[in-house]
Nanobody, 122 residues
Framework: QVQLVESGGGLVQAGGSLSVSCAASGTIIYLADMGWYRQPPGKQRELVAT???????NYAASVEGRFTISRHNGKKEVQLLMSTLAPEDTAVYYC????????????????WGRGTQVTVSS
């Protein structure tokens, strides 16, 4: 019903910047919260940043001030601009979207992308 496709990511040196994007498609009546999680090697998935439909943002303490999340509601896209990257930011980054697929909030479900690798070299 809803597909999320990430793009961007890759290899960057410590101190550098990188951007990842995520586009949603499918039968989407309304996109509520969107955001990003990440899973470092050998660790559990963790929250990175979220953004509401109205643009209110929330960040993990570890990325506050370095990462910026934004969204384009018309394009159904969410982006994460990452700066001052450190090796600890190395992870697979997953986007998510809470989407309504019917004209009812009761249809709201969370959908996930497949992830994109971000590697920060020291």
């Amino acid at each position: 019903q809803v597909q999320l496709v990430e793009s961007g990511g890759g290899l960057v040196q410590a101190g550098g910047s990188l951007s990842v994007s995520c586009a949603a498609s499918g039968t989407i009546i309304y996109l509520a919260d969107m955001g990003w999680y990440r899973q470092p090697p050998g660790k559990q998935r963790e929250l990175v940043a979220t953004i509401t439909a109205g643009g209110r943002t929330n960040y993990a303490a570890s990325v506050e001030g370095r990462f910026t999340i934004s969204r384009h509601n018309g394009k159904k896209e969410v982006q994460l601009l990452m700066s001052t990257l450190a090796p600890e930011d190395t992870a697979v980054y997953y986007c998510y979207a809470d989407a309504d697929t019917e004209w009812s909030a009761s249809s709201r479900k969370r959908y996930w992308g497949r992830g994109t690798q971000v590697t920060v070299s020291s």
